[in-house]
């Protein structure tokens, strides 16, 4: 089956550290996102990535940091630089050939103690 | 800079009842897209319905349908005979396109809560 896998579901990480999130795709998508979600506040655009070894600052990017080194990955990496870091985290990725829907992953629950 | 509202934090209705979630936004173009997403309680995103901004007729899928007036910049979702399954956070999305790739960048209200009673 064709998705996005976003792992692990759960993750409790201590202060100071950094983190990084999981996002995979098979759906051959160009384009990939990510969004934080807190209580509402809706969806915040984090990093989106057009094409491999590409990517843009969304709305809120300061203390994350991404990569896009393969077509079907693209990790995130929350700093110990973002100060308020526990959120849920969700990746997304665009069909940029059709109908331009956006796929959601799962989402991973980061909590900073 | 787009921003989406939706004006109502929570919302209950009796099952098989008919709900209607209102959704306004604003922006200075003239084609884009609106989209209803739900979000269960397993948070996974789900795409309930989509509208294109240059289409007048309303979008239906099923038991959920729109009311898009583009005039006044509102695009609210009607859900009739409302389910048990149906509970979820609902929001609101409006899309503009952020490069010549056509990436798409998607701006949401902060949703919602829609509790279908028993």
């Known amino acids: 089956d064709g998705g996005i896998t976003q792992s692990p579901k759960y993750l409790f990480r201590k202060e100071g550290q950094n983190v990084t999130l999981s996002c995979e795709q098979n759906?051959?998508?160009?384009?990939m996102y990510w969004y934080r979600q807190d209580p509402g506040q809706g969806l915040r655009l984090i990093y989106y990535?057009?094409?491999?070894?590409?990517?843009q600052k969304g709305d809120i990017a300061e203390g994350y940091s991404v990569s896009r080194e393969k077509k079907e990955s693209f990790p995130l990496t929350v700093t110990s630089a973002q100060k308020n870091p526990t959120a849920f985290y969700l990746c997304?990725?665009?069909?940029?050939?059709?109908?331009?829907?956006?796929?959601f992953g799962p989402g991973t629950r980061l909590t900073v103690t | 800079a787009q921003t989406v509202t939706q004006s109502q934090p929570e919302m209950s209705v009796q099952e098989a009842e008919t709900v209607t979630l209102s959704c306004t936004y604003d922006?200075?173009?003239?084609?884009?897209?609106l989209f209803w997403y739900k979000q269960p309680p397993s948070r996974q995103m789900i795409l309930v319905i989509r509208?294109?901004?240059?289409?007048?007729q309303n979008a239906t899928e099923n038991r959920f349908s729109v009311n898009f007036q583009k005039a006044a910049k509102s695009f609210s979702l009607k859900i009739s005979d409302s389910q048990l399954g149906d509970t979820a956070m609902y929001f609101c999305?409006?899309?503009?396109?952020?490069?010549?790739?056509?990436?798409?960048?998607?701006?949401f209200g902060t949703g919602t809560r829609l509790t279908i009673i028993p």
């Open positions: 990535s057009q094409i491999v070894n590409d990517f």
């Open positions: 509208q294109e901004a240059y289409k007048q």
């Open positions: 997304a990725s665009t069909d940029t050939t059709g109908s331009y829907e956006q796929y």
């Open positions: 922006t200075s173009e003239s084609n884009y897209y």
């Open positions: 999305a409006f899309r503009i396109t952020i490069s010549n790739f056509g990436n798409e960048k998607l701006t």
């Open positions: 759906l051959n998508h160009d384009a």
